[in-house]
């Protein structure tokens, strides 16, 4: 168990073209289900993109607001069609693509006050972060490679409008899935445990 948490990568290579059987993909979730989640709200919602063309449409409407902030930071001209092509590339391409949701209506508890709120928002999104993880650790362990992009934050009004999402449900993250062609990885540094850890 130990060799296996330390040995799952983030991977960011080329996928084999071998599709992955949705069967498969619905006994990940099924894993993923089993992730702690505060009040047992179970918050998280995955949106597997099974149609191609509505996933390039996707990909490319959030290129443009890629290129955007791009532009802001003042990269060259270059530089940002390079990084944008390469978003594009990734989400259009990966063997499955996987739009993970949250859902805090009528999963987290309602308060009056804005401190017990803003606790409540963080849980729910600690939680979603949960099912993510036991997704991508699931998958893993079924031989498969994931990794986590956090686009859909900066484009989900575009991630709603495009996958037609109910209102509800808010966009936190994509997960490519497929099976490697080049592993493993080198593992990118860890913190010492001694910059993280304190005993008191
Ligand atoms: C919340 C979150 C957001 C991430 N967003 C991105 C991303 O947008 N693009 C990317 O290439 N990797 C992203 N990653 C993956 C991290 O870069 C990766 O987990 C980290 O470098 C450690 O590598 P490892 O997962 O192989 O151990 C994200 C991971 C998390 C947890």
Known sequence: MLEFLTSRRSYKRAFAERPVDLSLIKKIVESARWAPSAHNSQPWRFIVMLDKERRQVLAREMGILFKDDLVKD???????????????DVFSSAPVLVLVCGEMAGTMDNYPDSHRRDAESTMFIQSVANGICYFMLTAHAYGLATSWYCAPLFAKTTVREVLHLPPTWEPQAFVTLGYPTDFPIRPPKRLPVEAILKFQ
Do not use: F, I, N, T
Request: no cysteine; net charge positive; proline share 7%.
């Open 74 to 88: 003042a990269l060259s001209p270059s530089q940002v069609e390079a990084r944008v092509k390469r978003s594009v």
